[in-house]
């Protein structure tokens, strides 16, 4: 891109996030996502901080202001009243001050707000806003291994689908077979409203996410018991190690602002981690798989899940396969990364999550790639996401051969990310 070029598609991208920007928080997108999501949030404040330091602090405290009192943050903040998205807040039913879902999303906000603080050229503001939310941060990590790692393994199990930012993955459809349907409330979808049916989630699977719902919220949302109670319980490879890298950056962060029981709390988080993962390695595939703790198998399904660890600190051996993965997928694909491989006949090039490319997920694999000494394939993702926003605008995921853009349109998270990869 010209130097020209760059600053039109970076001022374009500032119109998509100051569209969907209401005062404290930002949505994803209009009509689709009209409240604020929790990793949307996490994510697109890297972009706000480019235009406005103290907007982009202000994002992440706003969701952190929805915290639980035993740590979790949730998913969804149901700030104000829509009937646009279901299920809203007469679904969930969790009984908090502002309603909010009673799940959670993947842990970004660590490595958000680190990379804020190391950026700000406002050292006294990020200095003052990161101290006051390192503990709250903290709180989450640490609500995270105890409620979702109950035997202390080191890796955490998501208890929905919506948990791991990757709804319709076909990582869970095996799981999900376990799922009962019986007693669902009816409803409405609202989300084939404002999409196309073809590119979302089936009535089957909407059936068990809201069988999940509703299985929780006759346990009072007590995560004391969620997990043990769920039949549905992955470890994600990407969730864990989003969380892994949100440790490490609050570890760091921590010892930069002189908190040493944050620092060390979050580092032997990340050291028992990271050994645990080597359990979810699969030499067959080049990449991480999930596993399904109700059975303690691998789940055969080669997911950008399993690319995303390249995120966090694994072994310089397993980046190095992965970034392999992820070339091998190029030269199947004319848009890096699906987030599924073409190869297998479960791949669906439209789908969501079943093989779309997806650039908040683009970001964080290139960004440890890059950092791993892999920079050609890092350059690479970065490459196919400026291409895909030129060719197809700031869409919520793209056609990884067509590069078609799909879901809800000007999309706030993609903004966030085309001005990350610019800047
Ligand atoms: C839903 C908002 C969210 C993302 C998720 C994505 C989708 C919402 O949209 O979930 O109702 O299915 O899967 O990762 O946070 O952008």
């Given at each position: 891109?010209t130097?020209l070029?760059v600053?039109?598609?970076i001022a374009?991208?500032?119109e998509?996030?100051k569209e969907?920007d209401?005062?404290?928080y930002?949505?994803p997108t209009?009509?689709?996502y ?7 949030s996490?994510l697109?404040a890297?972009?706000?901080a480019?235009?406005?330091?103290a907007?982009?602090?202000t994002?992440?405290e ?10 979790m943050?949730?998913?969804i903040?149901?700030?104000?009243w829509?009937?646009g998205?279901f299920?809203?807040?007469e679904?969930?039913q969790t009984g908090?001050?502002?309603a909010?879902?009673?799940?959670t999303q993947?842990a970004?906000?660590g490595?958000?707000?680190r990379?804020?603080?190391d ?8 200095s003052?806003r990161a101290r ?7 709180a989450?990590?640490?609500?995270f ?6 035997k ?10 919506w ?14 077979e376990?799922?009962?349907t ?5 409803y ?8 196309d ?26 995560n004391?018991r969620?997990?043990?109670a769920?039949?549905?319980q ?5 969730f864990?190690?989003?969380l892994?890298?949100a440790?490490s ?10 908190e040493?029981?944050?620092a060390?709390a979050?580092?032997?988080?990340v050291?028992?981690?990271?050994a ?11 990449q991480?798989l999930c596993?399904d ?11 950008v899940?399993g690319?995303?660890?390249?995120f ?5 051996a397993?980046v190095?396969?992965v970034?392999?993965?992820v070339e ?5 694909a004319?848009?890096?990364?699906p987030?599924?491989?073409?190869d297998?006949?479960r791949?669906d090039a439209?789908?969501y999550w079943?093989?779309p490319?997806w650039l ?6 290139a960004?440890?790639l ?6 050609a ?6 490459q196919?996401s ?11 995921y793209y056609d990884?051969?067509?590069g078609e853009?799909?879901g809800?349109?000007?999309f706030?998270?993609t903004a966030?990310?085309?001005i990350?990869?610019l800047?």
């Amino acid at each position: 891109m010209t130097s020209l070029a760059v600053d039109e598609t970076i001022a374009r991208a500032i119109e998509v996030l100051k569209e969907n920007d209401h005062g404290a928080y930002t949505i994803p997108t209009k009509g689709l996502y009209p409240f604020q999501w929790n990793w949307d949030s996490c994510l697109t404040a890297l972009g706000l901080a480019h235009y406005d330091e103290a907007r982009a602090w202000t994002e992440i405290e706003t969701l952190f202001a929805h915290q639980w009192p035993d740590g979790m943050v949730p998913h969804i903040v149901f700030h104000v009243w829509s009937d646009g998205y279901f299920p809203g807040p007469e679904v969930w039913q969790t009984g908090r001050p502002t309603a909010t879902s009673g799940i959670t999303q993947p842990a970004v906000a660590g490595f958000a707000v680190r990379r804020l603080f190391d950026r700000a050229k406002d050292k006294k503001l990020a200095s003052e806003r990161a101290r006051a939310l390192l503990p709250k941060i903290d709180a989450w990590h640490r609500w995270f291994y105890e409620s979702r790692d109950p035997k202390g393994v080191g890796l955490v199990a998501i208890i929905h689908p919506w948990e791991s930012g990757r709804d319709n993955s076909i990582d869970w459809d095996d799981a999900f077979e376990r799922v009962p349907t019986e007693g669902v409330e009816p409803y409405t979808r609202r989300d084939t409203l404002h999409a196309d049916p073809a590119h979302r989630p089936t009535r089957e699977q909407y059936d068990r996410y809201l069988w999940l719902v509703q299985h929780f919220r006759a346990l009072g949302w007590d995560n004391a018991r969620l997990h043990d109670a769920s039949p549905f319980q992955i470890v994600d490879p990407g969730f864990n190690s989003i969380l892994i890298r949100a440790s490490s950056d609050l570890a760091d962060l921590a010892e930069a602002l002189g908190e040493k029981e944050i620092a060390s709390a979050n580092r032997a988080r990340v050291e028992k981690g990271l050994a645990a993962m080597e359990q979810l390695w699969s030499e067959a595939h080049g990449q991480y798989l999930c596993l399904d703790r109700t059975t303690g198998k691998l789940v055969d399904s080669a997911s950008v899940g399993g690319i995303l660890p390249a995120f966090a600190a694994i072994p310089a051996a397993r980046v190095a396969s992965v970034a392999t993965t992820v070339e091998r997928l190029a030269g199947k694909a004319r848009f890096v990364v699906p987030s599924h491989d073409p190869d297998d006949p479960r791949f669906d090039a439209k789908r969501y999550w079943r093989g779309p490319v997806w650039l908040v997920v683009n970001y964080m694999i290139a960004d440890g790639l890059a950092a791993a000494g892999h920079g050609a394939v890092a350059r690479r993702i970065t490459q196919s996401s400026l291409d895909l926003i030129t060719e197809s605008g700031f869409a919520e995921y793209y056609d990884p051969h067509t590069g078609e853009p799909l879901g809800g349109g000007r999309f706030t998270w993609t903004a966030a990310m085309v001005i990350e990869f610019l800047k």
